[in-house]
């Protein structure tokens, strides 16, 4: 037992030196240094560099994992979530299954106008409750709610809703949403995993893509809280990950609104002053 607790004693002695900074020379141990982090630029035009050195597939995916800060005040968090964003450059031909539903006729033409693969009313809560019909996307008018109760607990967080914009009158601008969209979720409570791009893309729209989806997850935490995203990699099918720094790809609006915060700040205590100054006058 003594010899035990000496070697606990000595293993909690032994602190792991801390990280150097760039290495000298191109073979090194990762662990002694810290991981470096690039501009977007530079690291979009890494990836393709390396799809060409290592004759990978030149149209292959462009992935970003988002590591989140979900801590609030008061021992609270932001509670796991998902979205659909719709990008400025749309990487694959691929569309979704979007079910709508309606029991208006002329919302029903414009529904199955603009895309949408099924059409129906309350006929359909029946065949979704047997899993005779699944849709990757659920969207309905307001008016036709109160008959969808019966699908609440089987659709869960796919039941049509304001918040997630799958429930409203503007139909087209929904089903474009839900058709073209890319949907992301948070994994293992912090984590989001998703793509983005393909690498064959010029590098300009990669980047207007994982700005795009950046500013969307930005969203779900107010700016008050301190920044939403932690860590930023970004990496293609083949690649390695690269860590990417977020100056630049935050959205501008948290500055500005902590700015904003701060002359509140300072103008409140010119008046605490003035008034301070007018009492002892």
Request: hydrophobic letters at 35%; a negative charge.
């Amino acid at each position: 037992q003594k010899t035990k607790q000496e070697d606990k004693k000595k293993k909690q002695a032994t602190r792991r030196r801390p990280l150097m900074s760039k290495p000298v020379d191109d073979v090194y141990l990762t662990w002694l240094y810290e991981r470096p982090s690039y501009d977007v630029e530079e690291a979009v035009g890494m990836l393709k560099k390396f799809q060409e050195l290592d004759f990978t597939y030149p149209k292959q995916f462009v992935y970003i994992n988002v590591f989140l800060d979900m801590a609030l005040q008061k021992k609270k968090k932001v509670e796991p979530f998902a979205s659909t964003v719709l990008l400025p450059y749309r990487f694959t031909d691929e569309t979704n299954k979007v079910l709508f539903f309606t029991e208006n006729e002329q919302e029903a033409e414009i529904a199955r106008d603009n895309g949408a693969a099924i059409v129906g009313g309350i006929e359909l809560i029946k065949w979704i409750l047997e899993d005779e019909i699944q849709a990757d996307f659920y969207v309905a008018v307001p008016a036709i709610m109160p008959k969808l109760i019966p699908l609440r607990s089987k659709l869960k967080r796919k039941y049509p809703s304001t918040r997630r914009n799958s429930l409203g009158h503007d139909i087209p601008k929904m089903l474009q949403l839900f058709r073209e969209g890319l949907e992301y979720v948070v994994q293992d409570e912090r984590v989001i995993k998703t793509r983005i791009a393909r690498l064959d893309m010029p590098t300009e729209q990669i980047i207007a893509n994982l700005k795009t989806v950046i500013h969307d997850i930005c969203t779900f935490k107010p700016s008050t809280y301190g920044p939403f995203v932690q860590k930023l990699v970004i990496r293609s099918s083949t690649s390695e990950g690269l860590m990417l720094n977020l100056d630049g790809i935050l959205p501008q609006v948290e500055k500005a609104e902590e700015e904003e915060e701060e002359k509140d700040k300072n103008s409140e205590d010119d008046e605490a002053e003035q008034v301070q100054e007018s009492v002892s006058t």
